[in-house]
């Protein structure tokens, strides 16, 4: 009787299991959760964080509003690598996160931590230099010099399936005018769009709200502006890879040594002259790419899905490039 007991109590338990693990699934496939007016205004605004900050002032601002920042390179706040491990590049050495709500979870890693912990929790992603040689770990030590992030408006194609959850019915035009309500004006259209804080009037593109293949004036295909998305990606490994390129052999020792030369010059070596100016003049810029979506219900005006966003300054790149050489390069 005893043993019967004991059995039915084990297959209860599974099965209870069994009934929470389904519940768990189907709450994260048949629950969607539009993003807030403020979660959307917040990330647009970076949670405040500016280009040129020290980590040290982002942490205390980020952390004062109750969110929190952590180090992408290790789980492990003390892990430590030698400058050779950073001469090959590893972006995620110099990658933060920060997170607008702290991790109520005993333990998270480092690849969690670039992920939102919730559906209220906004990520920012930074790239950060060393200002001086010494310590690589130091926040004051560091200084912001790329922002990137993330605005996802509809439910996934899974959570779809399910007859209670519908898409959301925004369009770029609305993320076009909450950036022009931020202060952003769109001055640049392409195969990304450019928006800048200054005074004036975002450029006509047609209607927003139709499909991107209508949009008026949407040359120059490829511009300086939207380049520098690209350009500031990894760049630890970019500055390696330049400095190595321009490494040679001394004629006694048969040593390599760098003939260090400043990024803008590199620049215009390989791009032509004047390049570099064309990018500076870009300034504080915001790259922006968004992912439209087919809308059921009308298929003339599609949905916004997803807009990605990153935030740098070529001025601010020629100064990383520096920073890098200074404080792990050279020799």
Known sequence: ?????????????????????QRRGQSSR???TPISEAQAENTVNFLGIELGQTLAQVKKSIEAQGGEVVWLGSADSNFVRTKEYLKNGQASYFRYAAHSIRNIAPKITSSLASKSYSREDIVINLDVYTKA????????NLTVYRINTYLGYQPSPLQLRHPNINPVQVSYADFHALMENKGHILYQSGAFLVYKKEKGHSIDIGDLKAARSTWKKMQPKTSPCNKLSTLADDFPKKVYDMINGLRSRSENGGNAIIH??????IIDTYAGQGTFQSYTECGNA???????????????????????MHYQNAALL???FKGFYNAIYKE
């Open 1 to 21: 009787m005893k043993g019967i007991f004991t059995t039915l109590c084990v297959v209860t338990a599974i099965l209870s299991q069994s009934i929470n693990a």
């Open 30 to 32: 048949t629950n969607f």
């Open 133 to 140: 040689a010494g310590d690589l770990k130091d926040p004051n």
């Open 260 to 265: 260090y030369k400043p990024w803008s010059e």
């Open 286 to 308: 915001t790259v922006v790419q968004p992912i439209l979506t087919k809308n059921p219900n009308n298929p003339d005006n599609p949905l916004l899905h997803h807009v990605s």
């Open 318 to 320: 020629d100064n990383v």
